[in-house]
């Protein structure tokens, strides 16, 4: 019988320029035989640094590759995604089930994440970052192991990227004016923030392209307050290309695609929540700029 190790080594004579992966996969299934469970899959992710600025965004791609079913717990793959301050402190998640559920070995799954420095926060200090990643049972909390092109930081929490925030392109992205009630905190650092709207409210911006994500919570009111909760919020101004709308209860959220002017043309995006008729209560729970490709 030939010992483990060498399996490794006679692996690596095989296949020789693709190395490094397979002495990964290799050294992956020698834990397994030392008592560590198998990989479940292999992650990666493009790009692998990019730049953060407050009240704006980027997009991470994330590719998966499962080798094996998730045979543990109850197996409902949930991602979880970390900015991580140098100091090793969480300050920003991004977690969301996987696409689909379904974790088939051999059938890749790749699929953007947005990535954004809230601007109803207060913004990130300046510095460079590290993008956690990793995969989870949402019912109890397991994390599978996984072959990822970064360190385990700990628990299974892969380093797949860097993340360096900077100053951001103009000092006030967002000015709200209108019914806004003030900013709050949030209860979590996936909303790190939030306000609410009634009736009707203004985001002044600029004319610069590039899009605006907006995030609500629909159906819910503040503390103390009468009236109802939106399930639909309407949404036009001069600084989009076309009118939008959000619609539903819960979590629901749009991407607008802004006119193209000059950084520092000031435009508005004007909102109106609504729930068979006016006064109705929205709650925004996060508002960044994503700027034009190229």
Avoid: N
């Avoid at 819960?250 to 193209?260: D, F, I």
């Amino acid at each position: 019988m030939v010992p483990r190790q060498e399996v490794g080594v006679g692996m690596r004579i095989i296949i020789g320029g693709r190395y490094g992966v397979w002495l990964a996969v290799a050294l992956g299934f020698l834990g397994w035989g030392c008592g560590e469970p198998a990989p479940a899959g292999s992650l990666a992710v493009a790009p692998r640094a990019f730049r953060l600025a407050h009240a704006e965004s980027a997009k991470v791609r994330l590719i998966w590759t499962p080798s094996r079913r998730l045979t543990e717990s109850t197996a409902i793959p949930t991602v979880f995604v970390h900015l991580i301050h140098p100091t090793a402190k969480t300050v920003r998640t991004f977690d969301h089930r996987l696409p689909g559920e379904s974790w088939e070995p051999g059938v890749p799954i790749s699929y953007e994440v947005e990535i954004s420095d809230s601007g109803l926060a207060e913004p990130l200090p300046v510095g460079t970052y590290r993008l956690a990643v990793g995969l989870y049972d949402e019912a109890s909390g397991y994390r599978w192991p996984l072959l990822a092109d970064g360190e385990d930081l700990d628990r299974r929490a892969y380093a797949v990227g860097t993340v360096e925030v900077g100053s951001p392109r103009v000092a006030d992205r967002f000015q709200f004016t209108g019914a806004w009630r003030a900013a709050e905190a949030g209860t979590t650092k996936q909303i790190v923030a939030w306000r609410w709207l009634q009736a009707g409210g203004t985001i002044r911006t600029y004319a610069a392209g590039g899009t605006v994500q907006l995030r609500f919570r629909l159906g819910e009111l503040p503390e103390s307050a009468v009236g109802l909760g939106a399930d639909s919020v309407a949404i036009d101004g001069d600084c989009l290309l076309a009118p939008g709308a959000v619609e539903g209860s819960g979590a629901v959220e749009t991407s607008l695609p802004l006119r193209q002017g000059s950084q520092d043309e000031p435009c508005s995006i004007r909102l109106r929540p609504e729930a068979g008729g006016s006064g109705a209560w929205a709650r925004l729970d996060g508002i960044d700029w994503r700027p034009p490709v190229g």
